[in-house]
């Protein structure tokens, strides 16, 4: 459960929180009582500093994160354009029409470029109304158009990994938890091809690598390590792409021994080109990932 622990931190740093409002927004990932004891943890590890007083425990960081407004590239969205923005992608989606790819790609840089767009919760309904469109006008798309749909993940997962720092809206991730099986379907169906070498998506968007994985692995890191070696394995994925995402997962000794177990037996069960496909992966772990850990 060590990954709690980094998200209560992460979480925490963007200013200091209630003890309630860290129970309730990991709620569905952990009991009460597990989140207090990691709680508890990270203060006798001087990770985090607790205080105490009418009636209610805070926490806060030493090393908050407080950028100066000047310096911070990501802004506060206006609200009304985040509304506009929302609204001609609802209707977009509506009439299928083929401005979608643009409109994907422009809300991505918004969601990039702005610390938070979900301001209350009938925006926020909005946007998971429309998250459960696209997920299932994607799985039901041909390869081609698949591609308009790319960038819609990857504002999503900016909008995740905010909400993860306490600067997004209180109900995404546990929204986005709910939905956990079918973004694992996606992600491990062989007919959709989001993160094939066939597709260059990398560099769309912000940058960054764009998948439904990453999504996983930014909501439950232990789900993405279930379904890591099953990507390896079945998915003809850019190996660049994979080794980013490993150095995510696998950052502590006992994960890749156990990452290393898992693609041996993956490899007891596969065809010829499956397994070079698990031993190509495990030689450039270990060269560009263990090698400078």
Known sequence: MADLGNKILDFVKSGEKRAKEIVNFFSDEASERTIKRHLKKLVEQKRLEKKSGQGREVYYSKTEISIPDHLDSKKEADEEEANELIEKIEKALENNSISLGLLFSEFDSFCGNNKNILFNDKIENKFIEIFDEVIEKYKN????????????????????????????????????????????????????????????????????????FSIILHLRPEEARKIFPKLIKDRDINTELLLSHSQILYSLSDETGRLKKQIKEKIRNSNEEEKKRLNNFWKSFETQVLDIQ
């Open 141 to 212: 798309s041909n390869s081609r158009s698949r591609l308009s749909y790319v960038s819609f993940f990857t504002a999503t997962d900016h909008l995740l990994k905010n909400s993860l720092k306490g600067r997004g809206h209180k109900n995404l991730k546990k929204d986005l938890n709910k939905r956990l099986p079918q973004l694992k379907e996606v992600c491990l169906n062989k007919e959709i091809t989001l993160l094939s070498d066939s597709i260059d998506i990398v560099d769309i968007g912000q940058g960054e690598p764009d998948s439904i």
